[in-house]
């Protein structure tokens, strides 16, 4: 095996969108605020009457004052944030599936999983529909049955499952729990 740490071109974290999306709207607003206002301080020579009394009062706002200082501090955690909810790893795109010592990796992503496993779920006799979640420990399987006595349902869908995961054999989650509701 070669120095390359096996499947990091396979499976990898997603971007982090939401942080860098809130920072960007942010920035935006502020940005426009502030070109609005010195654009009219230059064009005009006086500061716009909508927001005059507002710049005169923060003209005059030292930094000693509470509400300078309660503005910094929502900032200063509003940043932190949003910094660590950039810095914290999404959660992986696509599982490592049939490891085994053979050269070479094979991903497939959790949309396809749940597609093969709720295939499975349906091909059982008495199961209706199924609807698979991947969870980050475990599996959760829903069934919807017609039949009066749930039980014999789940332990089929249960073992069909577990049958179409070992198929599989994904590096996480094995785990499964399913449930029956009846139609």
Known sequence: MSARQAGIGLVRRPARAIPTGIAGVILLVFGGLGLWLLGTYVVEGRWPVAAANQVDALAW??????????????????????????????????????????????????????????????????????????????????????????????????????????ELRPGEPTATRVRARRR
């Not at 199961?127 to 829903?142: E, G, K, L, N, Q």
């Open 61 to 166: 706002t030292t930094l000693e004052s509470v509400a300078a200082q309660a503005a910094a501090g929502a900032l200063a955690v509003l940043g932190l944030a949003l910094v660590l909810l950039a810095a914290w790893p999404g959660r992986v795109s696509r599982l490592l599936v049939l490891g085994d010592d053979l050269p070479g990796d094979t991903a497939l992503s959790r949309r396809d999983l749940a597609r093969h496993l709720q295939s499975a779920a349906e091909n059982v006799d008495g199961v209706h529909s199924a609807r698979i979640t991947p969870r980050r420990r475990r599996i959760d399987v829903d069934v919807v049955t017609v039949v009066d006595d749930p039980a014999p349902v789940v332990s089929a869908a249960t073992t069909a499952v577990d049958r179409a995961l070992g």
